[in-house]
């Protein structure tokens, strides 16, 4: 597996040490063993032998680097850089696209790029980005991270066990697992909220400020408790049915935005466009028809959230 291909599997930077490899080992590891995909062994065998083949490639050029002096991979990355999404070659320059964690794109383009391109220099470090003509600090970087990666694993457990479905948040183990992954989701919170915007440059503060307004959505609907009772008022019925399918379009939108292919679509295959304007409009709905009912609460927390996953994810923040 070529170096590029088996970073953005992994979701790492191209500087990434020992300690940040194996730690996305263990976090892939988490989300495709079959063990935690118990209804698609094929699916997740395939994914397990692309990552046991991903996390060789880093390992062996960290061991080549290190007998090399210790240069890392940072002398190897050189080229990639952030393109809008698409992966571009010029020249002699080898640029490429790559991931930091979770799939977000990094940038460290060739010394004197222009074109609507940040311009790096032999002075300029590599965090740069071409919406910004500002660097992402190290600090930064490393409080960020690890509040993502909290949010995420959060997100994730939470939609891998179907927690979303409030019933079986009550049944023997999975009651666990949705306290772990509410407590995970609100620990990232925390970490944001510790994040200082006082010395935060506009990139950073975007990216703290988009991704702190996802997470308190995200815990505020991961405590929505409210169950459908059939005997109920027909006028709760009848927004009941919105509701629902707003809710398994909204969980679609997120799924697709955060983890791409992790999850398989039940929803016919939507785009997340699709799946976002059809969600609203179900939502929507029902603050319109059955403003009234019972759900009307819950469906403005559902498109607090939906608002807030589609701003992260036309930033290109947590992918």
């Not at 320059?93 to 964690?101: E, F, I, S, V």
Request: hydrophobic fraction near 35%.
């Amino acid at each position: 597996m070529k170096l590029h291909h088996a970073l953005e599997l992994l979701g790492i930077r191209p500087d990434a040490t020992q300690q940040e490899l194996t730690r996305a080992f263990r976090l892939c590891v988490k989300r495709f063993h079959p063990d935690y995909n118990p209804d698609r062994p094929e699916w997740s065998n395939n994914m397990m032998a692309q990552v046991n083949a991903a996390y060789e490639a880093v390992r062996l050029h960290l061991q080549e680097e290190e007998e090399e002096g210790g240069a890392g991979l940072r002398n190897r990355a050189e080229g990639y850089r952030r393109d809008g999404g698409n992966r571009q070659t010029a020249g002699n320059t080898g640029r490429a696209r790559t991931a930091d964690r979770r799939g977000q794109p990094r940038s460290t383009g060739a010394a004197g790029e222009t074109g609507g391109q940040t311009k790096r220099t032999a002075d300029s470090g590599p965090e740069y980005y071409a919406a910004y003509d500002e660097p992402l600090k190290p600090e930064f970087i490393r409080a960020f991270t690890w509040a993502t990666e909290l949010l995420l694993e959060g997100v994730f457990r939470f939609y891998q066990y179907g927690l979303e479905n409030v019933h079986l948040r009550r049944q023997g183990n999975l009651r666990s697992r949705y306290q772990g992954a509410l407590r995970r989701v609100d620990r990232a919170v925390r970490q944001l909220e510790a994040i200082s915007p006082d010395n935060l440059n506009k990139h950073e503060e975007q990216r703290r400020s988009l991704t702190l307004q996802f997470a308190y959505a995200f815990s505020q609907n991961m405590r929505i408790d409210k169950f459908f009772v059939p005997t109920g008022p027909a006028l709760d019925t009848k927004a009941y049915r919105h509701y629902r399918r707003g809710s398994e379009l909204l969980d679609s939108v997120i799924k697709q935005s955060l983890f791409g292919s992790s999850f398989v679509s039940r929803k016919g295959g939507l785009s997340i466009g699709e799946s976002s304007h059809a969600g609203e409009h179900e939502l929507l709905t029902l603050l319109t028809r059955y403003h009234e009912s019972h759900w009307a609460t819950e469906a403005v927390l559902k498109l607090q959230l939906l608002s807030a996953v589609l701003e992260l994810y036309r930033a290109g923040i947590l992918r």
